[in-house]
């Protein structure tokens, strides 16, 4: 039986992924067939891509297909697809320029996905190639210093605002309050204060984040800095009246167009502004950062702020992790950028080679956390988790953390001593009558698991927690009930993420309520609601962008290939003062050792 076969017999590859071998096979009928190596290798791009890589790395299969099986011999496997004529080979391979699939640097892609990370890379380099007018930094200097009074060697946030100014592209990551939203905050003022002293206009800035959820919680969260700013003395309240208060998607910044992949805004249509801020720029996948970095005009600035150790997008990509590792680990600046940036710094370290890599003294790393919860110390158990240190998160989870609660090989947390807690603050909702109390309120408490469907995954648990709450014979939209929005509407203004609370007017009638609007919500008749579903518990995936008070996680009782160690750091770094930790030390453990690891050629196309 030939590896295909064995390959779909198993129920190792999707129809979809087994229709594209099977239509090359059928195609080289004529010419004398096509080599099962070959085949193989295309229904393992096509369902790479479907699992969030980029293309199939001929080296390493198993990422993408764990079937039992013996995987041809990497120098077999490409000496069969060069060999092959649907198979282009970089740099240019004019003769095949039609064909579906290119092999490249030792991955096989679809054509298309090659494309976008070509694009990609090309934009991005373009973007930082471009040096902004620098102005008098000396200048600048009074205000750099009341916004970063504690200038030194190690004040990584002062050392991403100085870079704002003389780059075109930057990357701002790090944990979750680091201060990266406080810091791009005062990067956006020492630029409209840069241009105003230049005698130029404020610039065109543009907030957006991946999910609307997210662009929210940015907007939220720049005006809460802008408020610290105007407080502080000595800055002008009319840079801070400069400032964006608003933030919007992704989609709606680029402009979608109905039924189709394209926006309004490409590079024919460059995006109208000079500074654009990308928040949560791991959840972006490869297309839409294309499209994204595509669409930035000559001489804009486009800045990206993120937190790596997250899970990577669902969609092919892990974009913001390999521009991350192109920029490379140090915190040195060539040596040019940092003389010129000594005015504002003083003495910062210097990289030995001015050449490290086009993409070297753009990115800044913040690792000090600054929103310390008296109640919550959730450090040590993010580091562990992060670093992948099954024994420490063990000893940590056992010893008791403040605001850390680990309910031990607990599988089913609506049962037994937990129901209550859980159960009391969702009866809570049912009481309420006042919308924006009640979307304040869904925001306490959330159940987070690893799994959509199961015993153990979101719907049977929203199933589940709504009978408890509304009984069997519930209306489907009962007063307190909480949604989620799973799909985009433009029209509604609902995205992917949001959540929403159902509540009965005076006279009856459901209203689903979601957060924004003149009013602060905005009502809808539940019938007419684009996809939802329940939100008492989500996947993790779904709560990413997402924070809430009290977070209750459970894993499932056996290992799952999607539980990984950035499936708990993302999962439990959504708490704000209260984290539940209900899984068995197993699954755990097994958790840490899976690295979400994304396949892509992004980072070396970045690096040289
Ligand atoms: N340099 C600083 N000194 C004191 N407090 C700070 C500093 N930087 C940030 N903070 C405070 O830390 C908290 C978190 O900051 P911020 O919201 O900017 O972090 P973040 O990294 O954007 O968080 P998140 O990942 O949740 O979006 C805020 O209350 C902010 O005021």
Known sequence: ??????????????????????????????????????????????????????????ARPHLVCAAPVEWPAVGEWDAALRASR?????????????????????????????????????????????????????????????????????????????????????????????????????????????????????????LAAPTGRAAERMAESLRTAAGQLRAIDGVDPILCDALPDTASTLHRLLGTIPDSPRFRHDADHPLPFDVIVVDEASMVDLPLMCKLVEAVPEGARLILIGDRDQLPSVEAGDVLAAITDAAGEGDALPASLAQALSPLLGVVPMLETENAGVLSGHRVQ?????????????????????????????????????????????????????????????????????????????????????????????????????????????????????????????????????????????????????????????????????AHTGAFAMTVHKAQGSEFDSVWLLLPRQDARTLSRELLYTAITRARSQLHVCAGEDALRAALVRHAERVSGLAWRLRD
């Open 86 to 206: 649907w198979v282009a080979q970089s740099p240019a391979d004019a003769a095949s320029a039609q064909a579906p699939l290119v092999l490249e640097a030792g991955m096989l892609y679809l054509r298309r996905y090659r494309e976008y990370e070509r694009r990609l890379a090309h934009g991005l380099r373009r973007i930082a190639a471009a040096a902004p007018q620098a102005g008098d930094l000396q200048a600048l200097e009074p205000l750099f210093a009341l916004l970063f009074p504690d200038t030194g060697d190690d004040d990584r946030q002062a050392r991403a605002a100085a870079l704002a100014l003389l780059r075109s592209l930057l990357l701002v990551t790090g944990g979750p309050g680091t201060g990266k939203t406080t810091t791009i905050t005062r990067v956006l003022l020492l630029l409209i204060a840069q241009a105003n002293r230049a005698g130029r206009p404020s610039p065109r800035i543009a």
């Open 366 to 530: 913040l690792r000090r956390g600054y929103r310390q919860s008296q109640s919550l110390d959730l450090g040590p158990l993010a580091d562990a988790m992060r670093a992948g240190d099954g024994d420490d998160a063990m000893r940590l989870l056992r010893s008791g953390l403040a605001g850390v609660s680990f309910h031990e090989d607990v599988t089913d947390p609506l049962s037994g001593a937990s129901r209550e807690a859980l159960l009391s603050s969702w009866r809570a909702l049912l009481d309420l009558h006042d919308p924006a109390l009640a979307l304040q309120h869904a925001r306490r408490l959330r159940l987070l698991t690893a799994l959509r469907d199961g015993a153990q995954g979101a719907n049977v648990l929203n199933q589940r927690i709504e009978e408890a709450l509304a009984g069997t014979q519930r209306d489907p939209y009962f007063h307190g009930r909480l949604l989620l929005v799973t799909e985009n509407s433009y029209r509604h203004g609902l995205f992917n993420g949001d959540i929403g609370v159902c509540q009965h007017d005076a006279t009856g009638i459901p209203v689903a309520w979601f957060a924004g609007g003149e009013a602060g919500v905005r009502g809808f008749h539940p019938a007419s609601l684009p």
């Open 1 to 58: 039986m030939s590896l295909l076969d064995a390959l779909l017999r198993q129920g190792a590859l999707r129809p979809v992924d087994h229709a594209l071998a099977q239509s090359l096979r059928r195609l080289g009928q004529q010419d004398g067939g096509t080599d099962d190596h070959v085949l193989v290798a295309a229904a393992l791009a096509s369902s790479a891509v479907a699992q969030g890589h980029a293309g199939l790395d001929l």
